[in-house]
């Protein structure tokens, strides 16, 4: 039976997109079921509820089973696919990945929120508050530290992709989005992010929406 992963816009859906990018990037077969976000309209949000009680999106299913919550789809599809090593298979590697992965899943509020995801924003910077521009210096210490220890086996963070890229894609783009200044380590890696066949993808279906979330339109 074909996986369904449930998805809102590309254009601005960030945890929507980590999973997806878990699963293509690995080639893994499934099918999108897209429901828009932030309409006002109560079928939309019926139909995530009818997936799952959450009320938020992504969600997968696989025949009986229902997982919801990025990070938990990712390790489920770690877990059921094993050969597509989303996790590193060295147990320190695998220890850090999962570790940057859950710091990326339960902070940086602050950048998060001043910068969010929306592929179609014209590149521009925006005044930063202090607890953004920390999140940011955090998030290149991230990047950098393991591109240095980890990254002879392949351009990303662990080298071969991974699930923690899957898991800091949606900063890349927003990095781009909003001129952040980066290090030219950080840089290397979001170039290599943003030309993976699988983030293309992704960015051309973003970029042919036209659905709009005008709280999001004003940053
Ligand atoms: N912690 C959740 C966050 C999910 C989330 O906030 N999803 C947003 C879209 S990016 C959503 O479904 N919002 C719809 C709503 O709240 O009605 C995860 O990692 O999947």
Redesign the pocket.
Known sequence: MTLKLVI?NKN?????M?PWLALRASNIAFEEVFIP??TDNKAD?ER?LSFTR?????ALIDGDITV????A?IEYVAERFPQAKLWPEDRAMRAHARSISAEM?SGFMAFRSECAMNLHRPVRAVALSDDAQANIARIQEIWIDCRKRYGKGGPFLFGAFGGADAMYAPVVYRFRTYAIDVAPEAKAYMDAMLTLPAVEEWTKAGLAETLRIERIEAI
């Open positions: 809102g601005y859906s960030s945890w929507s980590r976000l932030y949000k995530i959450s009320g938020k999106v992504p919801w919550d990025s990070l789809i899943h």
